[in-house]
């Protein structure tokens, strides 16, 4: 930026206000064309393996979308009014809209014997009717079917539940979600009111989805305000002057609507990470205008006039405020390599708000400071002055003390990364005070799991699945995984065969079994399919050709380890079982969240050591040394080794979200080291400092601003840390803790190696007075231009 800009800044600040805000406004017409997702699937790209088998499983068999309707009577399931009102809802639910199947104990198809025939009816054909005898037969047939204990009724009868299977054509998920919440919660609120002695819970796939949409929602109402009143607090407290403080609000309002006006035009979607961009915005933006402002409010009280002031400020702060900006958007755009898309858009849209800021911070700020009276008063930061110039005289006298005991605590804490175990349980996102996490947390304990996992098992010959062969292997996978502790329910065509056999047996328990040949199998199949109602038949179980079915192992709570581990376990079992019958690997959302956990954190290694290798040979560039290039690795990369250490002795969990965050902080965390490092070399280069002179003139100059921004940042990230969704406010918390270790190290580490890294060699001949934070800018302005 040459001097001649910021004349023009200066002496035309209408005429650039007003172009500003026209770039503004054309960025702002995008904003229209924002859109917003909040499927499970949108954690998954097009070509991620796991989606492109659940898809497969989803065309060949049925879609697993659902909604769950729990009932809890305080007497028990069994009996007639409870009865009634399963049926009553039963009937209800096929009417909420994209409903496909609707599965409960009082519609299941019950098949029993008649002489020689086969009955297939409901197996609560009329619950008023029932008598006291019928109650009790309907009872041992639910409690004793595999198909429906620990699915639709818990062991006890105490809990029924009625799924509700939901096909939302894709594409128009952001629309008809909604019509299905709306639905259902109207359904359950008719119920309270009819049966207040019912206690009645939701969950599933589609309430899960909306609860995705809800928890965005609710951010944006709590924590876009908490930011705002944080950032107003922190200009006008730390500057000490409101016509500041809301000229930094405007900066930070014209970044964030240009950064997702931006986002509009590019097509880049809005999701429940993505939405968190605002913020994180405007935090960032903050620190840009603490540094301008900082150097043109204590030109002020130097003395200098209004325009004097701001063009001493943007020569002296340009460069540094244009290298952490760049900075910063490479570690946001490195997100990019995660493996979940909601984290690149997020890192997409941060990066352009991160542009928008530098060029409002540069633009708008400064003609908005020339047109404007403020009114210079004492503020917050002579007293952090204070406290870090005493800390530069003890880190120049002690540098080897502090070097060995900040470098011994960064280590030391980031031994706790050994207790870090990889977990992503897509419920816990929520945290418990969610109404969806409150109702799935009482449906797992009481009912059935929402973890599962599908396998498919084909053969190449249609109509396998009468072979004997066939229906023996599937039978024998279907008991190995009943027999395993993590599974709760297994749902497989071998128990309907086995049934079958039995009724036409005359219902003898001795004939509980597969049929013994491949035409008896077959005439089986036929007649039970031919006696069941539309949208109650076989196509979730068993393909068109009917030579594979799918499989399904319902779970109990599991951590994304133990979901791979009894995975691995039932690969295993499938090989040691090689036949010509073909298995696929499992699928399902639970399996698929586990993986993708570990793909991310590969992948975000990746990004991490891509933004570490392309920040390090800009500061090479920019400090013209690779001394103190590689120098700063040291302060860059330790503050998020010692984060994740402390999250792994006090958490002891990270998930799909927190692989993330070292490559997001490594960006933001090199603006400290920038500006201490630049501010030394030009007290090094230009004044002829010797190395402790230098740093104890780096304190006095930037120190303040560097404790403010950093406040302002650990601040505006912890306020994501109130977020009711677990991967925002475990990114916020981590963030937070990264960069206010950062600061610690930048004033503790940095210095003391710098100190012990030149000793006291000069670089120039004259001997250059110690400065002290009362000294005049002028030596200041041309910080790091001068090198």
């Not at 209408?14 to 997702?37: Q, T």
């Not at 204590?298 to 003395?303: A, T």
């Not at 994740?644 to 997001?664: D, E, K």
């Amino acid at each position: 930026m040459s001097r001649r800009y910021f004349r023009i800044v200066t002496e035309h600040p209408v005429a650039v206000m007003l172009i500003a805000l026209l770039l503004c406004a054309a960025a702002a017409a995008g904003i229209p064309r924002l859109s917003f997702e909040s499927d499970l699937r949108i954690y998954f790209s097009p070509e991620n393996p796991q989606i492109l088998s659940l898809d497969r499983m989803e065309e060949t068999y049925s879609k697993v979308d659902n909604v769950l309707f729990v009932l809890a009577p305080k007497n028990g399931v069994f009996n007639n009014r409870v009865l009634s009102l399963v049926q009553q809802l039963t009937a209800d639910a096929w009417q909420i809209p994209f409903s496909s199947r609707v599965d409960s104990i009082t519609n299941f198809k019950h098949s029993y014997a008649d002489g020689d025939d086969i009955v297939v009816e409901d197996l609560v054909p009329d619950a008023k009717s029932l008598t006291p005898e019928q109650l009790d037969a309907v009872r041992r047939v639910a409690l004793e079917d595999p198909l429906l204990r620990h699915r639709a009724i818990d062991p006890d009868g105490r809990f029924t539940g009625i799924n509700v299977t939901i096909n939302i054509p894709k594409g128009k998920e952001l629309t008809s979600v909604p019509l299905v919440v709306e639905r259902v919660r109207a359904l359950a609120a008719d119920i309270r009111v009819r049966y207040p002695d019912i206690e009645l819970y939701l969950s599933g796939v589609v309430m899960m989805d909306n609860a995705f949409a809800e928890a965005s929602e609710r951010d944006m109402q709590t924590l876009v305000p908490a930011m705002l009143v944080l950032a107003l607090t922190l200009m006008g407290l730390i500057m000490g002057s409101l016509a500041v403080a809301l000229a930094a609000l405007l900066v930070l309002t014209l970044s964030i609507v240009s950064a997702m006006g931006l986002a509009g035009w590019l097509g880049i979607l809005l999701n429940p990470v993505s939405i968190n961009a605002p913020n994180i915005i405007l935090i960032i933006a903050i620190c840009d205008c603490v540094h301008l402002l900082a150097g043109y409010l204590l030109g002020l009280r130097n003395g200098e006039d209004q325009k004097t002031a701001m063009l001493n400020s943007l020569q002296g702060n340009v460069k540094p405020i244009l290298i952490t900006s760049v900075s910063t958007g490479i570690g946001f755009l490195c997100l990019n390599s995660s493996e979940a898309p909601p984290f690149r858009d997020l890192g997409n849209i941060t990066a352009l708000g991160v542009l928008a800021a530098l060029f409002f911070t540069l633009t708008i700020l400064p003609a908005l400071m020339i047109l404007l009276r403020a009114k210079v008063t004492a503020t917050g930061s002579n007293r952090i002055q204070g406290c870090l110039d005493r800390l530069a005289l003890s880190i120049t006298r002690h540098p080897a003390r502090f070097a060995l005991g900040s470098l011994a605590l960064a280590v030391g804490l980031g031994a706790g990364i050994a207790k870090i175990s990889l977990n992503d349980e897509f419920v816990k996102y929520f945290d418990d005070s969610t109404e969806f996490r409150q109702h799935t947390d009482f449906i797992t304990d009481n009912l059935t799991g929402i973890y599962y996992i599908d396998y498919a098992i084909a053969s190449d010959t249609d109509g396998s699945v009468n072979d004997p062969d066939y229906l023996r292997t599937l039978d024998a996978f279907t008991g190995w995984l009943r027999l395993q502790d993590e599974v709760l329910h297994v749902n497989s065509i071998t128990d309907i065969y086995k049934r079958l056999n039995r009724n036409m047996h005359g219902d003898d328990l001795a004939f509980y079994r597969l049929p013994e040949s491949r035409e008896l199998a077959a005439q089986y199949l036929l007649m039970y399919e031919m006696s069941l109602p539309y949208g109650l038949d076989l196509r979730d179980r068993i393909n068109t050709g009917k030579n594979a079915s799918r499989v399904t192992a319902t779970l109990r709570n599991l951590s994304s380890a133990e979901v791979l581990a009894f995975d691995a376990r039932v690969q295993a079992w499938l090989q040691a079982h090689d036949t010509d019958i073909r298995f696929s690997e499992g699928t399902g959302l639970t399996l698929m969240f586990a993986q993708i956990g570990m793909r991310n954190i590969a992948s975000m290694l990746t990004g991490t050591a891509i933004a570490l290798v392309v920040i390090s040979l800009l500061l090479v560039l920019i400090f013209r040394s690779l001394k103190y290039g590689l120098l700063s690795l040291a302060p860059n990369l330790l503050p998020a080794l010692a984060a994740f250490g402390i999250w792994g002795l006090l958490v002891g969990q990270v998930g799909m979200a927190l692989s993330v965050v070292a490559a997001l902080t490594l960006g933001i965390v090199v603006d400290d080291t920038v500006h201490i490092i630049s501010r030394y070399l030009h007290a090094r280069r230009a004044l002829g400092y010797d190395a402790r002179a230098a740093v104890r003139y780096t304190f006095a100059r930037v120190g303040s601003a560097l404790v403010i921004t950093s406040i302002a940042l650990s601040g505006g990230f912890a306020v994501l840390g109130f977020s009711s969704f677990e991967i925002n406010a475990g990114m916020g918390l981590l963030t937070a803790l990264a960069i206010a270790l950062a600061l610690l190290l930048d004033l503790t580490l940095l210095p003391a190696l710098l100190v012990l890294m030149e000793g006291s060699r000069r670089v120039a001949k004259n001997t250059a007075p110690e400065p002290a934070p009362a000294q005049s800018r002028s030596d200041a302005v041309n910080a790091i231009s001068t090198h």
